[in-house]
């Protein structure tokens, strides 16, 4: 029985290896095929603006719908019933904001990056500096959540439990070599592809994802004849915390008893979450980016609403995908994985296919299933690091050290070591951050991004006396508040140890520093942010009206917005 029992394990790992191996080699064709048409600035930031507005939609939904969707929204689902279904609502009602604030002006305006934008009427290099700061860290701590998500994937797949080894690799080894090959990857797919091949990357990402969570969702409704009233029932029943788990409060908003200041605490965490998750999207760099890749606004408007479209249907799948894992997987199978629930889409599509098929197709359904998030992990990862590298070599090295002067050959090649530094910085913070659940990481991201970024961009595209001072005061406001208060936040330090003994904090749990209560700053971020650009606004006496009318003309025709940021 043992002996079949570990051919079984090797046969399942030769097919989870096969079909990993082939979606690497088919993104890696596609980048060096990108690769011969990436040869100017505009061809490695932008995609040559050659892309359509339904190829637009899917790399944005490839680009959104990240390693949070897919694992980290089925995890919190599965483990925490209702609460976790509020990431689904929050990041598909952004969209909304992204498309009436932002998306067509932001198009017409710019260039390459968000600074183009805010830059445009204001003193160059202060407020690009500024911008360059805030897309980098918004990038890392979205890229955290990726590569956590990387290394509790490569875990499963080699069937690596804690205790167990796979060539040699005890599991917390194979997560990090998880990490590592995905930062690798990424740095690849930017210095070689540019935007071209991130975006086909994309593309090829969203088709699989939205096939594989359309098949696993079909069939595990299909279990319950497609009675989603049973599914919802038997996931409470499984979850052991009866209906309460399809109640408001597992999560967020818990009620404690007694304590009238923890329980105060715990709604306006609730209400901090979603603000960031409303706010964030329209303030996201690397989604932001996505609006400069098609050649009008009208296209940017029909890419926008074909993203919606996607999007909104892949989040209401994961609430089929969360609840299924609870009720088919069950809450211990899946903290035994991964104690934050990160794998519990990959461990669902085993369960179906055992059912269906035996162990046979439960493996080639793991295997799919790992397969297409690795794929939206390293999409997503591709995305962040050209907008991190596309500015770095775009607003800090031209405009600010070089003052304009640099040729597009040297930006690209300035953009591409970028691309090197910012993989390798990735690949050092995940390690550390792996007991995180990436939908959370990710809920941080938004929070500095609507703190720092979202002012800063409505200001400058719609108030005449917002100037250099007011976009500088409020970046580094939003910015620092964001990332301050998360330092002294439960999330780094104090927040005790979970049934395995591991640190709920990234700090060891006998380490305590924390002072802020919330988990999510942007309740208090988002109205530093704003008052941090109102005030340093009024207390200058610069203004360009003349400057901000033009803007006024660039941002409702697009008439201009190819020499965007190069003046």
Not at 388 to 398: K, Q, V
């Amino acid at each position: 029985m043992m002996l079949l029992a570990e051919e079984s394990t090797s046969q399942e790992r030769l097919i989870t290896m096969v079909l990993f191996s082939a979606l690497i080699a088919v993104t890696i064709l596609v980048t060096v095929r990108a690769s011969r048409r990436t040869r100017s600035a505009t061809d490695f930031h932008s995609g040559g603006r050659g892309f359509s507005g339904i190829q637009n939609g899917f790399a944005i939904g490839g680009d959104y719908m990240s390693a949070a969707s897919f694992l980290g929204i089925a995890g919190m689902i599965a483990l925490f019933g209702y609460d976790g279904f509020l990431y689904s609502i929050g990041f598909l009602v952004a969209w909304l904001v992204a498309l009436l604030l932002v998306a067509e002006l932001l198009r017409n305006s710019g260039r390459f990056t968000m600074a183009d934008v805010v830059s445009y009427r204001m003193r160059q290099r202060p407020v690009r500096t500024a911008a360059s700061v805030s897309t980098l860290t918004v990038s890392i701590f979205y890229l955290l959540a990726q590569m956590v998500g990387a290394g509790a994937l490569v875990a499963l797949l080699l069937g690596i439990e804690e205790g167990d080894t796979y060539l040699g690799m005890s599991a917390d080894t194979a997560k990090i070599v998880g990490i590592v090959v995905v930062g690798i990857l990424m740095v690849v797919y930017v210095s070689f592809g540019g935007m071209t091949g991130t975006t086909w990357v994309q593309i090829i990402k969203a088709v699989m994802l939205m096939g594989g969570a359309l098949l696993v969702t079909a069939l595990v409704l299909s279990i319950y004849d497609f009675d989603l009233g049973a599914l919802m029932s038997d996931a409470s029943n499984a979850s052991g915390a009866g209906d309460a788990f399809l109640q408001p409060g597992q999560r967020y908003g818990v009620e404690v008893a007694g304590d009238a200041w923890q329980t105060m605490v715990n709604k306006l965490d609730l209400i901090s979450l979603g603000l960031a998750l409303v706010l964030g999207t329209a303030g996201l760099p690397h989604i932001l980016i996505r609006f400069y890749t098609v050649p009008d606004s009208k296209t940017a408007r029909k890419s926008v609403n074909w993203a919606i479209g996607i999007i909104g249907t892949f989040y209401l799948l994961t609430l089929v995908l969360g609840f299924g894992a609870a009720a088919l997987v069950g809450r211990e199978a899946i903290t035994a994985q991964n104690t934050a629930g990160n794998t519990a889409a990959p461990q669902l599509a085993e369960a179906v296919g055992d059912h269906f098929g035996g162990d046979t197709l439960g493996a080639i359904m793991l295997a799919f299933i790992a397969a297409v998030a690795f794929a939206t992990i390293l999409s997503t990862v591709a995305g962040l690091t050209i907008a991190s590298s596309s500015s770095l070599a775009h607003d800090f090295y031209n405009s600010v050290l070089r003052k304009g002067r640099a040729s597009e050959r040297e930006e690209v090649r300035v953009a591409r070591f970028a691309a090197i530094g910012v993989g390798a910085v990735s690949i050092v913070l995940a390690v550390f951050a792996q007991n995180l659940n990436v939908a959370f990481l990710v809920a941080l991201a938004f929070a500095i991004a609507a703190s720092a970024n979202l002012p800063v961009i409505l200001f400058s595209l719609f108030w005449k006396r917002f100037n250099t001072r007011g976009a500088v005061a409020g970046i580094y406001g939003g910015l620092i508040s964001a990332v301050g208060l998360v330092f002294f936040s439960p999330v780094v330090s104090g927040k005790g140890e979970d049934a395995s003994g591991n640190s709920l904090s990234l700090f060891p749990a006998s380490v305590d520093f924390h002072w802020f209560p919330l988990e999510n700053p942007g309740l208090v971020s988002i109205p530093i942010g704003l008052l941090c650009a109102v005030i340093g606004t009024l207390t200058s006496r610069e203004a360009d009206p003349d400057r901000f009318a033009r803007l006024q003309v660039r941002a409702l025709t697009g008439a201009g917005a190819e020499r965007a940021g190069s003046h």
